[in-house]
């Protein structure tokens, strides 16, 4: 089993930026991806961003393209995403995720494990 806590969400003006984390905990053996994932108020799930365990090989929502970068410590069993430029429209709980297969796509159902969410608010 792998648990994900989420960490570093907060309050931000539009146009700042902030910086996401994600440790996992326990066996990450049979961890191949990390990904981020946001639901704003009202909307489903989406997909922000994926990386390859051991690889580091990633992809991006054309959403967030030029904007977030997701990066991770292999040493430290963490995912990080960094945040720039951010709008108002970024509002919204942002999840970690891990998939036991090697997945740079938007499926949800890919990903086994999530962690609980941090929220993350943009003001204009």
């Known amino acids: 089993q792998v648990q994900l806590v989420e960490s570093g969400g907060g309050l931000v003006q539009a146009g700042g930026s902030l910086r996401l984390s994600c440790a996992a905990s326990r066996n990450t053996f049979n961890t191949y991806t990390l990904g981020w994932f946001r639901q704003a108020p009202g909307k489903e799930r989406e997909f922000l961003a994926a990386i390859t365990w051991s690889g580091g090989v990633t992809t991006y929502a054309d959403s967030v393209k030029g904007r977030f970068t997701i990066s991770r410590d292999n040493a430290k069993n963490t995912v990080n995403l960094q945040m720039n430029s951010l709008r108002p429209e970024d509002t919204a709980v942002y999840y970690c995720?891990?998939?036991?297969?090697?997945?740079?796509?938007?499926?949800?159902?890919?990903?086994?494990?999530w962690g609980q969410g941090t929220q993350v608010t943009v003001s204009s």
């Open positions: 995720a891990a998939s036991s297969r090697i997945y740079l796509g938007n499926r949800q159902d890919a990903y086994d494990y």
